[in-house]
């Protein structure tokens, strides 16, 4: 059977971004500069993304491009014979599967914000029973299975039409109006009165901020943030690369999914940080920063109803597209290995995901329990162990040994990996010796520095 292929270059790059733009660059991105000192936790994290996050990338999707398959097959393809390499392939389906268990259940609060605000459910409330909204929701979980529901049906029926038909076509729209969505947010944020000092700290390095929080501090979350905002290493981008023609250079197409990556990031922070500076609140405050602290902001603006929907609907997209690029590598995995149609994947992993996100989903109402851990938050501790063994355990430790398989003689070798790297038309990596000891030696430490810190 032909393998399907994107049906055009604009289409890759945008599934691609899409995959990677999600929960950790408009959530996550703007709390953490946040809470690092703002402008200087910028610039390392831009550092970190061209040293780190851009070599990774190109790895993923030479495997990718050049096994022709999704993960395990690919490897096979590759590997040295009698080599195990393809193991990782189903380390890095269950990751994929883990990930959506509970991803699926912050894309439904993404969509359920969003309809309360088209819906004026805001509209009027109190700056004191906005707080409340949030905590009704997770307390009910039927309103939640309502909207995680919609996010993985809706997501299934798109991918079952197939990569050119279904996931292309739609990613391509979400994109696109995802970054115009963000290019009003921003613009109206910017405008606001006192948004400039927002601006002042988000972009201006300061190392007195920074020395606040403690430089090694800021340095080391600049480098997870570069590092897992790509999602790396359970195969959710060597799928692409399987996809993908010959005619470019895999780095100069790594490159412009960073860029558009970093791009809608670096935006979320010019949307959130002048309105919290307008508006008089502290920027730092993580989740509930998106859903108490800037409705908050929207019922208090002019207009705040269209605002804070237009804000939702841009979460909610931005959720989305990474949840079908997901989706489409489970998909693509289950017909590889076990011979299934697209139309029998796409029923029986839509089945199986809808049951395995209702844990995530009722640890925080019907199945809470609190960890006797130092500094546990309250609530939610399923979606905190299952973003734990994803973000903390199997992106690291699956970017290391795609990195090891493709530098290693042991694996598909370095010269085999630049090969394809370089094949086509575009930037080219250099067979310097410098850059092949950078590979082999200076980033499995990085990567390996990241793993050792996210799991003690």
């Known amino acids: 059977m032909n393998r399907e292929n994107f049906s055009s270059r604009l289409g890759f790059i945008l599934v691609s971004a899409g995959c990677a733009i999600g929960i950790g660059n408009v959530l996550k991105f703007p709390w953490m500069a946040g809470a690092n000192g703002g402008g200087i936790f910028v610039l390392f994290y831009l550092l970190f993304l061209v040293i780190m996050g851009v070599p990774v990338l190109t ?20 590997e040295p014979k009698g080599s195990k390499w393809h193991i990782h392939g189903w380390f890095c389906i269950i990751g994929c599967c883990v990930l959506m268990m509970c991803y699926t259940t912050m894309a439904g609060w993404m969509l359920d914000y969003f309809y309360k605000f088209a819906t004026g459910a805001f509209t009027g409330m109190p700056n004191e029973a906005v707080d409340g909204v949030f905590s009704s929701m997770l307390s009910n979980p039927t309103e939640m299975t309502i909207f995680m529901a919609i996010i993985v049906l809706v997501g299934f029926l798109v991918c079952s039409f ?7 076509r739609i990613s391509k729209w979400m994109m696109l109006a995802l970054l115009a969505l963000i290019l009003i947010l921003a613009v109206n944020s910017i405008l606001l009165e006192g948004g400039s000092e927002g601006l002042k700290f988000y972009l201006l390095p300061s190392f007195e901020r920074a020395a606040e929080v403690g430089l090694g501090n800021v ?55 002048p309105a919290c500076f307008a508006f008089g609140v502290e920027p730092n405050a993580g989740v509930s920063l998106v859903f108490m602290t800037l409705p908050r902001i929207f019922i208090n603006m002019a207009g705040g109803r269209l605002w804070g929907a237009l804000f939702f609907l841009f979460m909610t997209f931005a959720c989305f597209t990474t949840v079908i690029a997901v989706f489409e590598n489970i998909l693509s995995s289950c017909i590889d290995n076990f011979g299934w149609s697209r139309k029998k994947a796409s029923l029986i992993c839509c089945v199986f995901i809808l049951i395995a996100s209702m844990p995530c989903l009722l640890g925080y109402n019907v199945w809470y329990f609190s960890l006797p851990l130092p500094n546990a938050p309250a609530g939610g501790q399923i979606l905190d162990i299952e973003d734990f063994l994803v973000s903390n355990l199997l992106l690291p430790l699956g970017s290391l040994i795609y990195l090891l398989f493709c530098v290693s003689k042991w694996g598909w070798g370095y010269d085999k990996y630049l090969d394809e790297v370089n094949t086509g038309a575009g930037l080219k990596l250099t067979r310097s010796v410098w850059l092949k000891r950078y590979f082999r030696y200076v980033l499995p430490l990085l990567i390996l520095v990241i793993l050792i810190q996210g799991l003690f």
């Open 219 to 273: 340095i080391t979350a600049a480098m997870n943030q570069s590092f897992f905002t790509l999602s790396l290493g359970i195969a959710a981008m060597e799928i692409f690369g399987s996809y993908m023609s010959k005619d470019n250079t895999l780095t100069g197409e790594a490159i412009r999914i960073c860029v558009l990556d970093t791009f809608v990031a670096l935006m979320s922070g010019f949307i959130i940080f």
């Open 59 to 78: 790895m993923e999707l030479a495997v990718g491009r050049a096994g022709r398959s999704s993960a395990v097959k690919a490897y096979k393809a590759l």
């Open 162 to 168: 197939g990569l050119q038909k279904g996931l292309e």
